[in-house]
């Protein structure tokens, strides 16, 4: 059994934190950004979207800690690295090895011939990228992707130019991550995003966690889930398997529970359903409520603010509990009771990451949960509502900033009133058609605005192949990874600041602003010195794209933009519904919030009301055709998630450990219930071989993980990303959402053989 960390945070998350700083070999300037980040006139930490009260406070966690270090290290890769690697010698490199080099300094090219990255100016690289956009047959061939750290108005210009040019392409990261929140939000309350603010955690009597490991990936979570814990809420933690941060947590800012003299009890109730199960979770908490506490269901607000409650009732009634049980992994008993606890009062948070959205069935799910919400009227009252927890520190802010494949009439009204050109109407491409355009050569020229796709998408050899297809791939980053070495035809990478670095043009240092996931608003300045005078800003980088692609058809003075960002911010006033005044208002400490038409329980959805989920519970959380080739293995199959460990962000990998799971120097691991390895006579630590189950017949195979026993459901193991997305199929999405089913993947698990 890997020996897990009992508690999260304490001394050893600081321990952590400055080692992690000591490595970066900045200390100095590395504590000076620890100091302003996340305050009014720092940057925002480029960690994860946890909001925070910008007081002025010092605020930072360890992983944010990861976050700063690693983009502030002194380490940079130049011509002469590139000089001395082939891309395919490069491509050989772990994940971890090639971000561990440092940082990109200057404009480089690859020569297919020479198999290596070499210089190029920056106007030869801005001159290159728009002939080939001119050379185009058709504006559909371009794919515009985007990771969610790209500021406000780096994204806007980037649709804006994207627009102007005449694709909707636009691909990005939510399309791997939140896609199913956003679109099961807007169908049943008519906004895509949640209705809480981090003041409701301080209000909330109850708070449901599902499928979010906030210890490792929000740790600023843990401060509020802890305070609530203190003064006495009910925190219900929904989690496949368990998660050290969810259980304790010693408060980093605390000196007693620094010293380990302290601990607060995080959860007061947990529970572990099967891999897939919250739909029947949530299906099952509300037959136990129409059962056992229709006193509890508040009919004004059903009746003033909902559709579908009717055929909501039928079809939660005539759900079997058989069902529910077999397909949550939970007993009747297990479910009353968090249906009692989500009653006892209307000041009820829920909240959930991937655990829910990365799942065939995710937008259903997320319905099932909100539709709870709308029986008890826990939505749009202070200490009530909905709270998907977003990943990357600005992926709310792309969306908020057009940032879409399919806009909607009136957005695409106002740019054409701010622009004077016709945007493009045509539904353009997610992550998921973008890779299969790809795939076909239907596109030809990839922009990637950050991210690392290759590692983050699924099936690593078709995303791989995908990627390879493009003609021209153009990589703006802040470091190398494995997109970058992926480029077969012409290729090339552009080195950009970070939010940590001073980002100094004409008229002085220049704010961007993010969105974090309470829809706040604010700005962020950068504070560390650059380490080239080589590296561009994005903004700068996608204006000047734009302007030599566009010539005399560009709508906008595109050298102004690059001036002074407060022109860009202007520009989005006019076009972004809530950012009226935008240079003024995020001149507020804290910044400002965006109206949530739901969190005042108005409805913006077509139907003009919350809607009830009023779709059956599936059968089986795997299709027909998948269904009937797991059926045919003559070995057990497993479902497999992959999640992140405590020493990654995303598919940068800091190190190798996973301090609260016990993991320490390696990442090639899946975690398996003890039973299923005493079944499969696996030993504790033994070498495994993993093959996905899938109605193709595609080997997708990874080799040698080491099997430890976990406090798991049986049936179900777990693998960390990106190293198992070999495993997931590419065509195994969301049904509505398209997003990869990063956390249901069917498995055999075969021991290797020992030579002897
Ligand atoms: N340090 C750090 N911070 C990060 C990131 C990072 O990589 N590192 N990534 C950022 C990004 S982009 C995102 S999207 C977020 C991700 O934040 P999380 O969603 O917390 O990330 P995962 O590691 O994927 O964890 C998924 C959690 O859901 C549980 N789970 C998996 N499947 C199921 C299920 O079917 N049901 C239930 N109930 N539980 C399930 C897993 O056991 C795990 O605890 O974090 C952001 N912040
Ligand atoms: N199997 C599996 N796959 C998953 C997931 C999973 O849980 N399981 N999670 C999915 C999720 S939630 C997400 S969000 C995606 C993430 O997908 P992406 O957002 O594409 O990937 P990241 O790993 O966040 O991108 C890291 C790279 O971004 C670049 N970078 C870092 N900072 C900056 C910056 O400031 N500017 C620019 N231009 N570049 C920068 C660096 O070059 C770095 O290598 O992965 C998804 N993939
Ligand atoms: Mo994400």
Redesign the pocket.
């Known amino acids: 059994m890997a020996v897990k960390s009992t508690k999260a945070g304490g001394l050893p998350s600081i321990k952590s934190t400055v080692n992690q700083l000591i490595k970066s070999k900045q200390v100095r300037q590395n504590m000076v950004n620890l100091y302003r980040v996340n305050k009014h006139n720092g940057f925002d930490c480029p960690g994860c979207a946890w909001g925070d009260e910008k007081d002025g406070t010092f605020r930072f966690c360890e992983n944010g800690a990861k976050a700063v270090a690693w983009e502030s290290t002194e380490l940079t890769v130049g011509p002469e690295f590139f000089a001395q690697h082939t891309v395919s010698e490069l491509n050989k490199q772990s994940d971890h090895w090639l971000e561990g080099q440092g940082r990109l300094t200057h404009p480089l090219r690859y020569n297919a011939q020479s198999d290596r990255y070499e210089p190029i100016s920056w106007d030869d690289a801005f001159a290159l990228v728009a002939d080939k956009l001119k050379s185009l047959h058709s504006p559909d061939e371009l794919e515009l992707y985007t990771s969610?750290r790209a500021s406000n108005e780096a994204s806007f210009i980037y649709q804006m130019f994207g627009r102007a040019f005449g694709s909707n392409n636009f691909p990005d990261?939510s399309n791997?991550?939140?896609e199913a929140s956003g679109i099961a939000l807007n169908q049943s309350i008519g906004v895509g995003k949640g209705t809480v603010v981090l003041k409701d955690f301080t209000l909330a009597d109850t708070i449901f966690v599902y499928g979010q490991n906030p210890g490792t990936n929000h740790p600023r979570m843990l401060n509020a889930l802890r305070a609530a814990a203190k003064r006495g809420a009910t925190i219900v933690s929904v989690n496949n398997l368990k998660e050290v941060g969810l259980q304790k947590f010693a408060s980093p800012q605390k000196p007693a529970e620094l010293l380990g003299l302290e601990t607060v009890q995080i959860s007061s109730r947990y529970v572990s359903p099967k891999l897939g199960g919250d739909y029947a979770v949530a299906r099952g908490m509300a037959k136990a409520i129409f059962a056992n506490h229709a006193d509890k269901i508040d009919s004004s607000f059903v009746d003033d603010h909902t559709a579908g409650f009717a055929e909501y009732q039928t079809v939660v009634e005539s759900t079997s509990w058989e069902a529910i049980e077999q397909q949550s992994g939970l007993d009747k008993a297990t479910l009353e009771e968090l249906a009692m606890l989500f009653v006892a009062s209307s000041k009820t948070i829920s909240t959930w990451a991937?655990g829910i959205t990365q799942h065939l069935y995710s937008v259903e799910t997320i319905k099932e949960i909100v539709s709870l919400h709308l029986l008890t009227g826990a939505l749009g009252l202070p200490g009530a509502g909905l709270s998907p927890v977003r990943?990357?520190s600005n992926?709310q802010g792309n969306r908020t900033m057009g940032i879409l494949e399919s806009p909607k009439p009136d957005f695409n009204q106002r740019m054409k009133d701010t622009f004077g050109f016709n945007p493009p109407e045509k539904p353009g491409h997610r992550v998921y058609d973008m890779l299969a355009a790809l795939h076909a050569k239907q596109s030809r020229v990839l922009i990637c605005l950050g991210g690392n796709i290759v590692a983050a998408n699924a099936d690593t050899p078709f995303t791989t192949a995908s990627v390879g297809n493009a003609e021209l791939l153009v990589s703006i980053a802040t470091k190398l990874n494995r997109t970058h070495v992926t480029a077969k035809h012409d290729a090339l990478l552009l080195p950009c600041l970070g939010r940590t670095e001073v980002d100094m043009q004409a008229s002085g240092n220049q704010a961007i602003t993010v969105e974090d996931t309470f829809s706040m608003v604010h700005g962020s300045t950068g504070t560390t010195e650059p380490q080239s005078d080589n590296i561009k800003s994005e903004t700068e980088i996608i204006a000047r794209i734009a302007a030599h692609t566009l010539g005399e058809n560009t709508p906008v003075n595109w050298q102004a933009l690059i001036d002074n960002y407060d022109n860009i911010r202007d520009l989005i006033a006019k076009v972004i519904p809530g950012f009226d005044d935008m240079n003024e208002k995020i001149a507020e400490p804290g910044g400002f919030h965006l109206y949530n038409a739901a969190a005042n329980r108005e409805w913006k959805n077509q139907a003009g009301k919350a809607l009830f989920n009023t779709n059956a519970l599936p059968e089986h959380l795997f299709s027909d055709n998948v269904l009937a080739r797991i059926k045919q293995q003559s070995q057990p199959v497993f479902t497999m998630q992959t999640l992140r460990s405590h020493d990654q962000y995303?598919t940068t990998i800091y190190g190798m450990n996973d301090r609260y799971r016990g993991v320490f120097g390696e990442r090639n691991i899946v975690f398996m219930n003890a039973e299923d390895l005493a079944r499969l006579n696996i030993q504790e630590g033994a070498l495994v071989d993993i093959e996905t189950v899938w109605s193709d017949d595609v080997v997708r195979k990874v080799t040698r993980f080491k099997a430890l026993s976990y406090d798991i459901p049986q049936g179900n193991v777990a693998s960390y990303y990106p190293e198992a997305n070999p495993l997931v199929p590419f065509h195994s999405v969301g049904k509505l959402s398209a997003t990869p089913t990063s956390k249901a993947v069917p498995v055999k698990i075969t021991p290797v053989a020992v030579i002897h």
Request: net charge neutral.
């Open positions: 969610g990261c791997m991550c939140h991937m990943g990357h992926v995303n």
